[in-house]
């Protein structure tokens, strides 16, 4: 049988009124959410670290290209094809 998703849909529950949704819905104890659970776990905010990174960027070497489809910088090896934009890796000519 064929489904219409596009046609509206209409269900019992659709003209339940709020009240009887909370009437049915258990009742909550007032907890937060940063208090610790049954199982003892607890979620903590890890600290902001705040030092620098120091980063090493290589310059391009001369056996490496960077894939004009991908972006990714891959050996040589790997070239598939040269359009007029650029070499592309095997991997994105596949």
Do not use: W
């Amino acid at each position: 049988m064929a489904t219409d998703y596009d046609a509206p849909r209409k269900a019992d529950d659709d003209t339940e009124s709020i009240e009887a949704i909370k009437e049915r819905a258990p009742a909550t104890t007032g907890s937060s959410d940063t208090e610790v659970d049954e199982s003892g776990d607890s979620f903590s905010i890890p600290d902001v670290v705040s030092e620098d990174l120091e980063v090493v960027v290589l310059p391009p070497q001369d056996d490496e290209f960077t894939c004009s489809n991908c972006f990714i910088v891959k050996h040589r090896s790997l070239v598939a094809r040269k359009t007029k934009n650029g070499p592309i890796c095997s991997e994105c000519d596949a």
